[in-house]
């Protein structure tokens, strides 16, 4: 159908949906594009366009008793989509100053897709004002915050060491897979999907960035959660892999102790002084004082020793200085060898 045609057919309301469609769908696909080209040079994974009203029967139209996930930005949604089964369908808030982050976050997902432990996309929506994404589907639906802070359920330390070895695996991906490192910059326990054996799925491209040829970091705005962001960012709105090593280090610590990263950082700093800070200080001695804190708040499970080597890397991962950090292809590495204690 010509452009003219599709405007003035239908009645008044059906030529104004059409037309926002019609033009969201040229603005976000020109974005899209770009982007693209930007991050991947055109060398991306295949994936398909949905519209909106094959999303809104997906969901049933949106039906609140589908989400799986509730973020501060999107909700995810279990779908079925004709000839594809069961997905996720993640709709972001109809803000314009979030179609960024998810045309980012379509370019990103559909580059690096091919990895088990990063969660797969099948496509997405531009028809709205800010794209929807549509993922593989992960039968379980939770993520590993609700694992670690639900009280019925139990995760064996078996389960968190494997799931910790995951994460990184998929992170040592997005570092070293490709031609330029991405840098995630929102791992957490939040935007880890577990499937139903429970293996990881690092999910959430948004606030992801490459880092542009010849350099070693990234400049963007600070954003992410308190407690996983490196405290050099804060400082110099720069971003690298010893970025992403910090969050991870953060997200080992509460797989370890069951809590939230920020609270263990403040309650340990409690402990050594007066002054309250958000993340570990560098001083040896406080780091000592941090170590002694985080082992004794260990889960209850597992092998000591593996757990203990485990809050050593996780100490070692948010070193306040970047450069005491170990890449995230050592904390592999190390996490393998402590799956083996």
Not at 32 to 48: A, H, T
Not at 95 to 108: G, K, N, Q, T
Request: glycine residues 4%.
């Amino acid at each position: 159908m010509s452009w003219k045609k599709l405007i003035t057919s239908g009645s008044r309301t059906e030529r104004r949906t059409r037309s926002r469609s019609e033009l969201s769908s040229l603005k976000n696909g020109g974005l899209l594009v770009e982007e693209l080209i930007r991050i991947s040079n055109g060398d991306y994974n295949p994936f398909s366009i949905f519209s909106e009203q094959e999303l809104k029967q997906a969901t049933k139209d949106y039906n609140t008793n589908l989400v799986l996930l509730l973020d501060a930005n999107y909700k995810l949604f279990q779908g079925v989509l004709e000839n594809r089964g069961n997905v996720l369908i993640k709709k972001t808030n109809d803000f314009e100053e979030l179609v960024e982050y998810c045309i980012r976050e379509i370019a990103i997902a559909a580059y690096v897709s091919t990895n088990k432990n990063l969660v797969k996309l099948l496509g997405c929506c531009l028809e709205s004002k800010v794209p929807i994404l549509v993922f593989e589907y992960i039968p379980n639906g939770k993520n590993l915050s609700a694992y670690l802070h639900e009280k019925k359920v139990n995760l064996p330390w078996i389960h968190r060491i494997r799931i910790a070895s995951q994460i990184a695996s998929a992170i040592v991906y997005l570092h070293l897979g490709k031609s330029r490192p991405l840098i995630h910059r929102h791992v957490k326990t939040g935007n880890v999907l577990l499937d139903e054996n429970l293996n990881a799925k690092l999910f959430d491209f948004g606030l992801s960035l490459e880092v542009p040829e010849g350099e070693t970091s990234v400049e963007a705005l600070v954003e992410g959660t308190i407690g996983f962001i490196a405290p050099e960012s804060v400082v110099t709105k720069r971003f690298n892999e010893k970025t992403d090593v910090f969050a991870f280090g953060a997200t080992l610590i509460e797989i370890l102790t069951g809590r939230e990263p920020h609270d263990v950082f403040i309650e340990a700093s409690d402990l050594r002084s007066n002054h309250v800070t958000s993340t570990p200080v560098a001083e040896s001695s406080s780091m000592s004082a941090f170590s002694r804190f985080l082992k004794a708040n260990l889960i209850k499970d597992g092998k000591r020793n593996a757990m203990e080597a485990s809050a050593e890397l996780a100490e070692r991962c948010v070193e306040i200085l970047p450069e005491k950090r170990p890449t995230i292809e050592e904390v592999a590495k190390e996490l393998r060898l402590i799956q083996n204690m």
